[in-house]
């Protein structure tokens, strides 16, 4: 066996896989950013505005429709959610001032289903005080990492100043690279001039809880009809497929990273292409006195397959080791979610085993077609 030959067909398969881990990975993290706010949200139904045709844009409905829905015989609990993007402009001493995503929601237990943020919602009582997301970009200059210094930090969110009590996760998106979340009252006072003056006249997201034996569905469409032109009711997971469908289809970065994973693909077909057909062709005469024997096309075929999925578990597993650790330090350098799951490492471990198995079959095309006596 040619170990230098085998190392090089390891090396070259694995660099396959990871361009197309990390396209995936990139893709992923585009559907999944957008909703991780909507992930950690512990209710049954989601209300949004009808013009709201993805969570960063800025469409709200009147709480007046909120309340009115609370009246539902089926709905348990309610709370309405704010958001603000383009008047949250948060500034550290000694930094620029920067736009930052900012949450205003009543400080009550039970509506996360992250404990972090459940064992430290209750500090938001306090007037000025925020939690801040810790993948906020470091270009922020928030000393996330030494949570001390951070708490005697110097903020000021539209020109107000506020204090940082605590670090909750949550995440960066495309649109958010950092998110702070305060209370309802704190929400009205950073931002007086929101809706006319009236700032939580205005809902961005409203969450419901049901009886256990609601029917979901049935509820959403329900309340949706209360006013079907101005908002819409949905199931919690029918929002966040409805939004990943958004990003997925309606956007062409999900199409950019489809190519790139594509050519990934591609380029490992033809790495595995050059090794496979490099050993077929060192190999001829002994494969020639193989089929002057008798050995049919089947034998060959089968040689190859085996060859080639060897060839791209061996190159799958350092492939495997290397993109977990470029996702890891993705993850904590960003705030993108890079995640792994046994799907999406299902999908490319049988995109590199495909990879492999085309270009053993490519190939293995002349020895295939020829003649014995012509390959001596």
């Not at 990975?25 to 706010?37: H, M």
């Not at 060859?307 to 904590?332: K, Y």
Request: charged share 20%.
């Amino acid at each position: 066996m040619d170990w230098r030959r085998l190392a090089l067909g390891i090396a070259g398969v694995a660099f396959a896989a990871v361009l197309m881990f990390m396209q995936n990975g990139f893709r992923n993290a585009l559907l999944d950013s957008p909703v991780q706010l909507l992930e950690i949200l512990d209710c049954d139904l989601v209300a949004v505005s009808v013009a709201r045709y993805s969570l960063p844009t800025d469409q709200t409905f009147p709480i007046l429709l909120f309340e009115r829905a609370i009246s539902d015989a089926d709905v348990t609990a309610a709370i309405p959610l704010f958001l603000e993007r383009g008047r949250a402009q948060v500034r550290v001493a000694g930094q620029p001032r920067r736009p930052i995503r900012a949450v205003g929601i009543e400080p009550e237990l039970g509506w996360f289903t992250n404990d972090k943020i459940e064992s430290q919602i209750a500090k938001l009582r306090a007037p000025g005080t925020a939690l801040l997301d810790q993948r906020t970009r470091s270009t922020y200059g928030f000393h996330v990492d030494n949570p001390e210094q951070l708490f005697e930090q110097k903020i000021e969110l539209s020109d107000r100043s506020i204090q940082v009590v605590g670090l909750v996760d949550i995440g960066t998106d495309f649109a958010n690279d950092g998110t702070l979340l305060l209370s309802e009252s704190s929400f009205s006072r950073y931002f007086p001039n929101r809706a006319g003056g009236k700032p939580t006249s205005e809902v961005d997201l409203a969450l419901f809880r049901l009886q256990s034996t609601a029917d979901a569905t049935a509820v959403a469409a329900r309340l949706t009809s209360l006013d079907p032109q101005v908002w819409v009711v949905l199931p919690r997971q029918a929002l966040i497929n409805r939004e990943i469908e958004f990003w997925n289809r309606q956007t062409p970065i999900g199409m950019i990273f489809f190519v790139g994973s594509l050519m990934g693909f591609a380029v490992g077909i033809i790495i595995c292409y050059q090794i496979l057909f490099t050993s077929i062709h060192d190999s001829l005469p002994e494969f020639a006195t193989l089929k002057a024997m008798g050995y049919g096309n089947r034998y060959f075929v089968l040689l190859v397959i085996k060859q080639s999925l060897f060839l791209s578990l061996l190159g799958f597993i350092p492939a495997l080791i290397t993109s977990w650790v470029l996702f890891e330090l993705i993850h904590w350098g960003v705030g993108l979610p890079m995640l792994f799951t046994p799907w999406r490492i299902a999908v490319v471990l049988v995109l590199t085993a495909s990879m492999c198995l085309i270009s053993g079959l490519l190939a293995l095309r002349r020895l295939l077609s020829a003649d014995p006596a012509s390959l001596f």
